[in-house]
T-cell receptor, first 115, second 113 residues
Framework: DAGVTQSPTHLIKTRGQQVTLRCSPK?????VSWYQQALGQGPQFIFQ???????QRGNFPDRFSGHQFPNYSSELNVNALLLGDSALYLC??????????????FGPGTRLTVL | AQSVTQLGSHVSVSEGALVLLRCNYS??????LFWYVQYPNQGLQLLLK??????LVKGINGFEAEFKKSETSFHLTKPSAHMSDAAEYFC???????????FGTGTSLTVIP
């Protein structure tokens, strides 16, 4: 049973560019959350997708957007990249039952470097 | 609102010694609490979770944590440290719908041979 997978592993972009990161959830999971982890910090919640809609959002600007597909996979898009966007981006999947989203399982992350 | 505070950004223990990593939480509702471990250049791996059942929770790799409501704490312990335990440890609390996790700033554990 494959766990959460993310692609690409590493990415280098320049300021002002746009980037798309991808995530496939663990089998049986229908909910995907995205986190930004800056160097030496804990993960910060960006947003969560369920039933192809953004269910909850953290304190991130509109430059950060996402999408969830019918097969539950998800994309994170970041526009107009800034140097401060350099971080490890983590995807986590979980299973929603009613209003409750169960334990989140994390992928290995995508390391984004903005030059 | 929920938050967690991890006391001690760096902890060093000798191999075979007790590991104690501290976490205090703040929550306006009964919390769900988690400990995750992160090895270099990897994602987060779930160690254990508290979901309002038994207050002493046993996890993987010999780790356990005790939920103490009176102290608003959820400290992580392991009786005997192993070299392979060297990693970054994160405590997290979930929102009352489980839709969002709030992480601490992490504790880096070093095991001295």
């Amino acid at each position: 049973d494959a766990g959460v997978t993310q692609s690409p592993t590493h990415l280098i972009k320049t300021r002002g560019q746009q980037v798309t990161l991808r995530c496939s959830p663990k089998s049986g999971h229908d909910t995907v959350s995205w986190y930004q982890q800056a160097l030496g910090q804990g993960p910060q919640f960006i947003f969560q997708y369920y039933e192809e809609e953004e269910r909850q959002r953290g304190n991130f600007p509109d430059r950060f957007s996402g999408h969830q597909f019918p097969n539950y996979s998800s994309e994170l898009n970041v526009n107009a990249l800034l140097l401060g966007d350099s971080a490890l981006y983590l995807c986590a999947s979980s299973e929603t039952s009613g209003r409750w989203a169960d334990t989140q399982y994390f992928g290995p992350g995508t390391r984004l470097t903005v030059l | 609102a929920q938050s967690v505070t991890q006391l001690g950004s760096h902890v060093s223990v000798s191999e075979g010694a007790l590991v104690l990593l501290r976490c205090n939480y703040s929550s306006s509702v009964p919390p769900y609490l988690f400990w995750y471990v992160q090895y270099p250049n990897q994602g987060l791996q779930l160690l254990l979770k508290y979901t309002s059942a038994a207050t002493l929770v046993k996890g993987i790799n010999g780790f356990e944590a005790e939920f103490k409501k009176s102290e608003t704490s959820f400290h992580l312990t392991k009786p005997s440290a192993h070299m392979s335990d060297a990693a970054e440890y994160f405590c997290a609390v979930s929102s009352n719908t489980g839709n969002q996790f709030y992480f601490g700033t992490g504790t880096s554990l070093t095991v001295i041979p």
